[in-house]
């Protein structure tokens, strides 16, 4: 017989991310729509990757760097909270740039959706404002961290274990204790002698 975990809502279970770009000038003559993709993690069961878009999201955004969560477990489902911070590479403190204050759904079921799973900003920073920041990029690096809140809901089984059960006759501890201590008794009855 197999047994399951499930936690309870409004449980979530938090994971950070740090995706370094090193080479940014590299980039600079990406075109808008094209991006660079960290790699692969898992966070509540599920499996994300982030995605930096140097030339921006689209042609109406290129004046921007864009950066997105994907969701990247295929056919799945996932409500989660997110927070894109840059990492002050002097102090190595981050500094939150676009969050989801509240739950939003990733999915990647549906075959057909426009967002295939991705949440995000499509206006991260100003992309003179970034290059011109020696704080945030320095050396020619860039660090993106991502912490991701997936909130636990009673379908999402996060680990199952499966427990073999023997199927057992009835207790009778009740009478083995009676017998237990009607023994007992009988014993000390039979240790005591009088002498007459």
Known sequence: MASSTCVAPPCTIRG????????????????????????????????????????GFSAPHRAYVSAFLKLTSKNARAWARYDLRL????????????????????????PHNKC??????????PR???????????????TIECVVDVVADEARVPEAVALWRLRLPPSELAK???????????????DVTLDV
């Open 128 to 142: 003179g404002e970034l290059e011109a920041s020696s704080a945030y990029l320095r050396d020619d690096r860039l």
């Open 176 to 190: 083995h204790l009676g017998d237990l201590l009607l023994n007992q008794q009988d014993d000390h009855a039979a």
């Open 87 to 110: 990492v002050d590479r002097g102090t190595g403190l981050s500094r939150s740039v676009h969050r989801a204050a509240v739950p939003v759904m990733f999915d990647y079921s549906v």
């Open 116 to 125: 295939k799973g991705k949440r995000g900003a499509r206006k991260l920073m």
């Open 16 to 55: 950070t991310h740090q995706f370094e770009i090193v080479g940014y000038s590299l980039m600079k003559g990406c075109a808008a729509g094209e991006y660079v993709r960290s790699g692969s993690f898992i966070i509540g069961g599920y499996r994300w990757s982030v995605r930096f878009y140097p030339g």
